[in-house]
């Protein structure tokens, strides 16, 4: 069972057996918390022995320690204190729960020596160690073959320092973050047999209990609005598409709303071009970007935050029926433009070129900000260490990308222009939707942009980013919720009033 943790901020507090963790900065003489949880010194002597520096993230571990208070001592190593960021709080905590997935009760001392602990410090810690502690284990019946499932307690985390009273209005903001990523995880990580577009969609309804206003347009609504293009996509499947808008109202009323579109083909065959068997289920997960999107709603809403955002996910599955599209077909989109589709795979395009549409021409943002799983051909060019940035616009691009260095959902800019652009046009309609195999992530881009205008833009390709990407301290997780903090860090940095 995944733990579940359950955070409480103190001045000073005496472990009563359980664990203690003890933070320590690299070249610092003694730890956090020793004078309570070490008052034997032993683990001065078992440092030496174990040649402990404090190095970052590296940790010591002494059970049943002489004289003290705690059952275990875990020494959590921080580094240099003086370069630490949030994201390096995060990890720590992340660090630190990745040793203690039996513990029963946790004290963690953070104000060692030569560290500054700020209120927001002592949030990101807590969250890291949540964020580590995420699994989505929702279908298992057994922890193995003889242990049958049980529901496990949260296990009590006592965290010690100086800064209380910020602390605790930190970690408001921090589980708000927290929760609107394990929703995108969560949503990721679900069978595509459970999460159709309309169960989808119903989840989404969900954060109307947060305050988001959301609405569910059908596909008789669609058809009004002339949205060809995504219809497409989805009429090879027995379950109908949604189309899912949710707006929050936390800025003035005077305020243009920052937007963010989300694809979310809940399943993708491929349709008619139907890709290979191998692998073929990890394709449950290409409706990230709506997740991302469904999640970042989430957070702003539970923290309030001051500003007027729109969320808007486009959801189909792609099915290759016999009422499927067909390559060649020519389909109209919600601009009134003709697409000829070349490829059926090439598919979540034509779901945001008339979201991307439908949100410009109804709400003329401020900007819009789309993401998507959207091509194999950014994970070729990037692998899953970074997700592609397309803009229109340097101010916006620039502040993305500082938002992915703060939270390390990192960014990497691709080109746009009109040599790509070329490359699409289509000698029966006005585009086709793909270029072909060179450029692929660009030229998708590309197609996109014929559907925002003049409007401030940004794509984010997160194929190799909001599924099956590395593991750290922070995600354990195959779904990893990519972009919800990176967006989150945008809004905040850059948009609230």
Known sequence: MPTKFEFSFSKSHRPAGGVAVLLQAAGAKEAAGAAVADPESVLAKAAKIGKFTGKALST???????????????????????????????????????????????????DAPGIEVTGKAAADFALGMEMNA??????????SDDEPKTTQKPVKVTIVTATVIAAKKAFGTAQAVGEGVFLARDLVNEPANVLGPVEFA??????????VEVE?????????????????????????????????????????????????????????????????????GD????????????????????????????????????????????????????IEVINTDAEGRLVLGDALWYCNDR?????????????GAIMVALSNHYAGLFSNDDRLAEQLLAAGLVTQ???????????????????????????????????????????????PWAHLDIAGTAMGSPTDELNQSWGSGFGVRLLDQLVRANYES
């Open 287 to 338: 409706m990230g970007g709506a997740a991302a999107v469904t999640g970042l709603m989430h957070v702003l809403a539970a923290r309030k935050a001051a500003v007027n955002a729109i969320g808007i996910i486009g959801l189909v599955e792609n099915m290759p029926d016999g009422s499927a599209q067909r390559p060649g077909d020519i389909v109209t989109s919600m601009s009134g433009q003709t």
């Open 363 to 375: 709400f003329k943002p401020q900007l819009m900000i789309d993401l998507a799983t959207l091509t």
């Open 60 to 110: 010591l571990d002494v059970i049943a320690p002489h004289g003290s208070p705690a059952d275990r001592i875990v020494l959590l190593g921080v580094g240099h204190a003086a370069g630490m960021g949030d994201h390096d709080w995060l990890k720590a905590g992340g660090a630190a729960a990745a040793k203690l997935p039996s513990a029963e009760k946790i004290t963690v001392f953070l």
């Open 134 to 143: 995420y699994s989505f284990e929702s279908y298992k019946t057994r922890k």
């Open 202 to 211: 119903a989840r989404a309804k969900e954060l109307e209990k947060l305050g």
């Open 216 to 284: 569910i347009l059908t596909e008789r609504e669609m058809k009004k609005l002339g949205m060809g293009a995504l219809l497409g996509v989805a009429q090879g499947s027995s379950r109908p598409p949604r189309l899912v808008v949710m707006q929050w109202k936390g800025g003035k009323a005077k305020d243009k709303s920052v937007a963010f579109i989300g694809k979310g083909v809940v399943f993708d065959t491929g349709g008619i071009s139907i890709k290979p068997a191998s692998g073929m289920e990890d394709m449950k």
């Open 409 to 455: 959902e990192r960014l990497w800019r691709m080109p746009l222009g009109k040599e790509y652009d070329k490359m699409i046009d289509s000698k029966f309609a006005d585009m086709k939707n793909t270029g072909g195999r060179h450029g692929g992530s660009v030229t998708a881009a590309q197609f996109l942009k014929r559907f925002v205008k003049d409007t």
